[in-house]
């Protein structure tokens, strides 16, 4: 059973900076692509990047290519989003999910292609 608990949510002024983190658990191999994504409300979900765990492959949604970094700690089985240089319209509730896959093509910025999903975390920016 996968398992995806976000966490390094928070209240930050503008400008400033969070890292999130993403504990997996229940990985069968290390096949995964892994995203994450965030919610505003009254919006659709956005899809901000991606990452695949085994080739550690890394891929950005236009939006925040240059303020936002995924990465993962493979030991610690956890998937990291540092945000950088924070926006009031950055607030939203940011969710990490994963699906078993070989790769990680364009089409897993869209939140239909993920079968497991954290309960998310509140980033909330203030001017």
């Known amino acids: 059973q996968v398992q995806l608990v976000e966490s390094g949510g928070g209240s930050v002024q503008a400008e400033g900076s969070l890292r999130l983190a993403c504990a997996a658990s229940?990985?069968?191999?290390?096949?995964?692509?892994m995203g994450w994504f965030r919610q505003a409300p009254g919006k659709t979900r956005e899809g901000l990047a991606v990452?695949?765990?085994?080739?550690?492959?890394?891929y950005y949604a236009d939006s925040v290519k240059g303020r936002f970094t995924i990465s993962q700690d493979i030991l610690k089985k956890t998937l990291y989003l540092q945000i950088n240089s924070l926006r009031p319209e950055d607030t939203a509730m940011y969710y990490c999910?994963?699906?078993?896959?070989?790769?990680?093509?364009?089409?897993?910025?869209?939140?239909?292609?993920?079968?497991?999903w954290g309960q998310g975390t509140q980033v909330t920016v203030s001017s």
């Open positions: 999910a994963a699906v078993r896959t070989w790769s990680c093509p364009s089409r897993y910025f869209l939140s239909g292609e993920y079968n497991y």
């Open positions: 229940g990985f069968t191999d290390s096949r995964y692509c």
């Open positions: 990452l695949h765990t085994n080739s550690g492959s890394t």
